[in-house]
Each structure stands twice: as structure tokens, then as C-alpha cells.
């Protein structure tokens, strides 16, 4: 069982940046960020995969968020810039494989103000 430990997230202004980290405790293949507004699905925000790190996003965040990973220390962060009030959100890390997320972090918070 993989466990991922999510740090990095706070209050912020609108315009303000972050940054995500997610540490799993073992090798991951896929590896994604999500995030869930209170009333809302939890939806896709970003994710990288093993094979070639190729990327995917959620239309609301392409060209301000940048997913990326370190492979050595079995690390993915998530670049916010351009933080906006609708950002505001818990965001998950998740890692799986294969178009399915086996594994889930518990969450860090993100409040952009305006």
C-alpha cells in the first residue's frame, strides 16, 4: 500500500503562486493532483506519467499550473500561479496506473482570496 503525504497548501491572494508537494512512500507510475470545492465532484487537475512524463490538465488551470516529479525521491509538486477564488479547494494526491488511482493522500487546503 502506497501513502501519499500532501504539504503546501495555505491561504493565499488572488495573483499569488503555490506550490504542492505529494511524497509517496514507494515507487508510483501515474501521479495526479485533484481537487474537490465544497458541494462540488472532485475533478481532475493535473497529472504526469511514468512512461515518458508526459502531462495532462484540467482546462481551468492549463497555462497556470505546471505538474511535475521527481522520480529519486518519489515526489510530484504542483505549480499554482495565477491563483484565482475559484481555485479554492482541497486538493488530493493520487497515484495509480493505467488510467485508475488506487492511492490517495488526505487533502491539503487551498483558499484563494480576492
Known amino acids: 500500500q502506497v501513502q501519499l503525504v500532501e504539504s503546501g497548501g495555505g491561504l493565499v491572494q488572488a495573483g499569488d503562486s503555490l506550490r504542492l508537494s505529494c511524497k509517496a512512500s514507494?515507487?508510483?507510475?501515474?501521479m495526479g493532483w485533484f481537487r474537490q470545492a465544497p458541494g462540488k465532484e472532485r475533478d481532475l487537475v493535473a497529472a504526469?506519467?511514468?512512461?515518458?512524463?508526459?502531462?495532462q490538465y484540467g482546462d481551468s488551470v492549463k497555462g497556470r499550473f505546471t505538474i511535475s516529479r521527481d522520480n529519486a525521491k518519489n515526489t510530484v509538486y504542483l505549480q499554482m500561479n495565477s491563483l484565482k477564488p475559484e481555485d479554492t479547494a482541497v486538493y488530493y494526491c493520487?497515484?495509480?496506473?493505467?488510467?485508475?488511482?488506487?492511492?490517495w493522500g488526505r487533502g491539503t487546503q487551498v483558499t484563494v482570496s480576492s
Open positions: 493520487a497515484a495509480g496506473s493505467g488510467g485508475s488511482w488506487y492511492h
Open positions: 514507494g515507487r508510483t507510475y501515474s
Open positions: 504526469i506519467y511514468w512512461s515518458g512524463g508526459s502531462t
